[in-house]
């Protein structure tokens, strides 16, 4: 066993030992309890200097393996009389899930056990409660030894207490050192993933391009080459080692589930892609009749639009609009305006004025810069070839 796995082993012999030699102290100097507190302090603070000098000094050591030794020192090595005490109080005590009902675990996991990081050697409830705190994340499966919550032995990581002989969660994975007692999960370890996910294993397949595990009745799915090895696009946390549900967008993109319903109540666009989420043919119709019922004036007749479908992916040419432009391909109005043209002039030759970029139009007052046409009225997608304002 480590020397760091001996020194939590016996940090309450550590505590008795030094409360015998403070009474000891208090009795031969008959001095007050705080003097002996305060020369106790001074003792250990001295102490504490020369283990750090000796580490610095120690040539046998990288810079990194100083850095973690001078951080353990400054950690548990103690310099008032109760810290040996408060750090046994707070490994050596259980934690709850849910404790009016005498659930263990944290608020992550449900679970009769805690586990000893093999990075920094501290012992949390789980990966999450370590990474919360420590200035590092810890490597879940380089994860050896666990502490039983139920008779607070340290011992190898395992499903089974080898002391109690109890159960420390209903699913564990060895690979993954990870411990499970919620009854209402069903979870399994996927061995192309590398990690556990949530499901039943029968219902799932691994898509090799994607590099993500899928339910069955998504078999016909559009493949996107490591498609969960990224951040969200609404909350920006990585997906593929996410424990928040994930989906699938239409166009074949990941996002949060919680991040997708709150998302789509103000765009139908892939935050990826610009795609639309779902059937918008209704919403289409609709702006077909409002486009009747209100032509653009006359004086705009001359001017078309060069637009992109995001939807089809196609270029076509649009009669322009303030707002809205109608691919000539599919008849989406997810479109993105290219640049806008003025038919009159190009037919007279004048190539000065022949292709209005959008870049330079976009350039004046009051205009939006977002040249997607997909949103309604109340923004303005693209410019008015008529103004000539700088």
């Known amino acids: ?59 046998s050591l990288s810079p990194k393996d100083k850095a973690k ?104 994975c060895d690979k993954c050192k990870l411990w499970d007692n ?51 696009p609404i909350c920006g946390e990585y997906m593929f080692t996410s424990t928040t549900t994930v989906i699938f967008m239409p166009c074949g993109h990941c996002i949060h589930k919680h991040c997708y319903t709150a998302y789509i109540q103000t765009s139908y666009q892939c935050p990826t892609c610009l795609k639309s989420l779902g059937d918008m043919s209704e919403y289409f119709e609709r702006l077909d009749k409002d486009l009747e019922r209100q032509p653009m004036p006359p004086e705009y007749d001359k001017y078309i639009s060069h637009i992109f479908c995001n939807d089809c992916e196609k270029k076509t040419p649009a009669k322009y609009h303030f707002f809205y432009h109608k691919c000539g391909h599919c008849g989406s109005f997810n479109t993105t305006v290219l640049k806008t043209e003025n038919t009159e002039e190009t037919a007279r030759g004048e190539s000065s004025n022949e292709q209005q970029p959008l870049e330079q139009a976009m350039q004046r007052p009051g205009m939006n810069h977002d040249r997607n046409t997909m949103a309604g009225p109340s923004s303005s997608r693209t410019n008015n070839p008529d103004s000539n304002e700088g």
């Open 182 to 232: 919620d009854p209402r999960k069903a979870i399994y370890h996927c061995d192309d993933c590398g990690i556990c996910r949530q499901g039943k294993q029968e219902d799932f397949f691994h898509c090799k391009k994607c590099n993500i595990c899928m339910v069955k009745s998504m078999t016909d799915h559009k493949c996107i080459e490591r498609n969960l090895e990224c951040d969200c």
């Open 1 to 59: 066993m480590s020397n760091r796995l001996e020194e939590i082993s016996n940090l309450s012999d550590a505590s008795d030992h030094e409360e015998d030699w403070q009474d000891a102290e208090t009795e031969q100097q008959q001095q007050p309890t705080e003097q002996v507190k305060e020369r106790k302090v001074e003792i250990d603070e001295s102490s504490l200097r020369k283990k750090i000098k000796e580490i610095q000094e120690d040539s």
């Open 69 to 172: 030794r001078i951080q353990n020192l400054m950690s548990h090595g103690t310099t008032e009389p109760s810290s040996n005490e408060q750090l046994q109080n707070e490994i050596y005590s259980k934690s709850y899930h849910k404790e009016q009902e005498n659930i263990l675990g944290c608020k992550h996991y449900q679970r009769n056990c805690k586990l000893q990081a093999n990075c920094c050697e501290r012992i949390y409830t789980c990966r999450f409660c370590h990474d919360d705190v420590e200035g590092h994340n810890i490597v879940r499966h380089e994860t050896k030894n666990m502490l039983c919550m139920l008779c607070l032995h340290l011992q190898p990581a395992a499903q089974h207490c080898r002391q109690c002989h109890q159960q420390m969660a209903r699913y564990y």
